[in-house]
T-cell receptor
Framework: AQRVTQPEKLLSVFKGAPVELKCNYS??????LFWYVQYSRQRLQLLLR??SRESIKGFTADLNKGETSFHLKKPFAQEEDSAMYYC??????????FGQGTTLQVKP | DTAVSQTPKYLVTQMGNDKSIKCEQN?????MYWYKQDSKKFLKIMFS???????INETVPNRFSPKSPDKAHLNLHINSLELGDSAVYFC???????????FGPGTRLTVL
C-alpha cells in the first residue's frame, strides 16, 4: 500500500535549534518524494523535492531508500519557519499522497 | 498574476444544496487536480484531469463531479451537500503528471 507517515503532529523548538521533521513512506516502486509547506493563511507550496537535491531556505532532505525515509532537516530554525509541513510521494500516475502533516512552531 | 486561482474563497451553505467551486491556472499546465483537506488538516486527492480527460478518481461519492471545459480550468460541482463535505478544497496543476504541483489558495466550504 502507498502510504506516507509523519509521526509528529507538532514539533516545537526554540529559535536557533536544529530541526528534523520525520517522514517515512511505503511504496512498491520508485517514488518521487516532496516536502510542501503551508505558512499561515497562505497556499501550499513546494519546499523541495528529492530529485533536485537542493537546499531551500536552509532546509535539506535526503532520501534513504533502505529506511524508506525522507526526513526534513535544518541546522538552525528561524521564527519564520513556523508553518505546517507536509511530506508527499508521487507515483507514476502523478497523484500526490500526503502525510498527516507536522506543525513546526519556532519559539523566540 | 496568480498562477492557480480558485473562487470562491469561502462558501457557506445549507445541507442539501448544490454548489460549484471554480479553478483556473495560467501556467499552461496539462494536468489539474482537486484535493480535500479535512478538519484535521489531512490532505487527500479527489480527482486528476489531464488535457480535459479524467485520469484519477479516488473513491469520491458521485455527488462530486469535476468538469474541465478546457485544460486551464477544472471546476468542482457538488450535489446534495452533506455536513461531512465541510473542508478546504484545493485545486492544483502541474506540467505533467509527475512534475511539481502548484496549488491554489483553497476554498473553505462550510455546510450547515
Amino acid at each position: 500500500a502507498q502510504r506516507v507517515t509523519q509521526p509528529e503532529k507538532l514539533l516545537s523548538v526554540f529559535k536557533g535549534a536544529p530541526v528534523e521533521l520525520k517522514c517515512n513512506y511505503s511504496y512498491s516502486g520508485s517514488p518521487e518524494l516532496f516536502w510542501y509547506v503551508q505558512y499561515s493563511r497562505q497556499r501550499l507550496q513546494l519546499l523541495l523535492r528529492h530529485i533536485s537535491r537542493e537546499s531551500i531556505k536552509g532546509f535539506t532532505a535526503d532520501l534513504n531508500k533502505g529506511e524508506t525515509s525522507f526526513h526534513l532537516k535544518k541546522p538552525f530554525a528561524q521564527e519564520e519557519d513556523s508553518a505546517m509541513y507536509y511530506c508527499a510521494l508521487s507515483g507514476y500516475t502523478g497523484k500526490l499522497i500526503f502525510g498527516q502533516g507536522t506543525t513546526l512552531q519556532v519559539k523566540p | 498574476d496568480t498562477a492557480v486561482s480558485q473562487t470562491p474563497k469561502y462558501l457557506v451553505t445549507q445541507m442539501g444544496n448544490d454548489k460549484s467551486i471554480k479553478c483556473e491556472q495560467n501556467l499552461g499546465h496539462d494536468t489539474m487536480y482537486w484535493y480535500k483537506q479535512d478538519s484535521k488538516k489531512f490532505l487527500k486527492i479527489m480527482f486528476s484531469y489531464n488535457n480535459k480527460e479524467l485520469i484519477i478518481n479516488e473513491t469520491v461519492p458521485n455527488r462530486f463531479s469535476p468538469k474541465s471545459p478546457d485544460k486551464a480550468h477544472l471546476n468542482l460541482h457538488i450535489n446534495s451537500l452533506e455536513l461531512g463535505d465541510s473542508a478546504v478544497y484545493f485545486c492544483a496543476s502541474s506540467r505533467i503528471g509527475t512534475d511539481t504541483q502548484y496549488f491554489g489558495p483553497g476554498t473553505r466550504l462550510t455546510v450547515l
